[in-house]
């Protein structure tokens, strides 16, 4: 079957000068969204002579878009293998304006000052630009490395200034589930300091007002465990390294983090290489429609197995250190007679 080849250069008098590329291929090569889809996934489009993938990718003026097809066949869409990788997000709701995903542990929010590559922000906006749902994603709030669970992006700089704002007006409903060193007395309990920032950007409370963030958290005992305890954690505020830095200050670290109080952790079985903490629940109103919504998302498996297995570990060592009834009583008796003696 004969290959057809077609190619554009972006004129800065072109309708398609700073537009997606997948409108430009949909120009040459015709046909439906999903064909022009498949036109991408097979390879067929190149761009200033290399091969691109991504059809959210913006055109500028001077670029050069060639494609080459088989002129009668339907080109359907089909997953990439880098695709089929692990991602470190999953989609929980998307529409025309936001976008809410569960992030895995291991992933960065955003880049730091090593300029991560492929960070969360990175793969979802490459996500929203390649499904054609959006121009992008755009930080409204972040969760640490180590931190799996709920947040949010904006598809739009406005879309994502809305909701920044409920986050400074703490209109947002954030709630995590934390397990930590210790068993922690108070069934519920509020931490407010002011939180600075030290060397090697560590956080630390101090009753300075103009040296530190106010930071406000609230917490309730869900269970008490042998040597730790689960909790769940609401942020009036979201201040970076809050909830770790309030429960080491605490004397009660989370599981995993090493930059805070590790010291009160290392005995306990914890062999993950991530936090225990995971944002569970986020609520928070719409920015367009106004509608309220709340998402909530499970404990991962690292958690629910530490606390199993803590159970049970638990269960067993009270079983052996069990002294029969009998044995008991003979060894009171004996004990009375010493003191009468």
Not at 148 to 170: C, I, P
Request: glycine residues 8%; charged residues 30%.
């Amino acid at each position: 079957m004969p290959f057809l080849s077609r190619e554009l250069v972006i004129e800065s008098s072109s309708a398609l000068s700073n537009g997606r590329i997948d409108r430009c291929v949909q120009v040459l090569a015709g046909g439906s969204r999903s064909h022009v889809t498949g036109l991408f996934d097979h390879d067929c489009v190149s761009l200033n002579g290399h091969v691109e993938t991504n059809p959210g990718r913006t055109l500028n003026i001077g670029d050069q878009v060639q494609v080459r097809f088989e002129e009668h066949r339907r080109y359907a869409p089909r997953r990439r293998p880098q695709q089929q990788q692990h991602r470190g997000f999953s989609i929980v709701f998307e529409d025309r304006h936001i976008v809410v995903v569960e992030k895995s542990a291991d992933l960065l929010t955003v880049p730091t000052d090593g300029r991560e590559p492929h960070t969360l922000l990175y793969r979802v906006n490459e996500h929203v630009k390649h499904e054609g749902r959006g121009r992008g994603a755009f930080v409204v709030h972040r969760l640490d490395r180590g931190v799996s669970g709920l947040l949010m992006f904006g598809k739009t700089k406005e879309d994502a200034r809305l909701m920044q704002n409920q986050f400074r007006q703490r209109k947002p409903e954030r709630q995590y589930d934390a397990v930590v060193a210790g068993i922690v007395g108070p069934d519920s309990g509020e931490f407010r300091s002011f939180l600075a920032t030290g060397k090697n950007l560590t956080r630390y409370s101090t009753d300075d007002e103009e040296d530190g963030q106010l930071a406000v958290t609230h917490y309730q005992v869900v269970e008490r465990l042998p040597d730790t305890t689960h909790l769940t954690v609401q942020l009036e505020t979201g201040r970076r390294n809050q909830i770790r830095v309030h429960f080491a200050e605490a004397q009660h670290p989370v599981l995993g983090d090493n930059r805070y109080r590790p010291d009160l952790w290392k005995e306990i079985p914890w062999a993950h290489k991530r936090f225990a903490l995971h944002a569970s629940t986020l609520g928070f109103t719409h920015p367009i429609s106004g509608e309220p919504m709340r998402f909530s998302s499970p404990l991962p498996a690292e958690i629910t197995n530490f606390m199993k297995f803590s159970k049970r570990l638990d269960k067993v060592i009270r079983k052996d250190l069990r002294v029969p009834r009998a044995d008991a009583a003979k060894a009171s008796a004996k004990d009375r007679k010493k003191k009468r003696r």
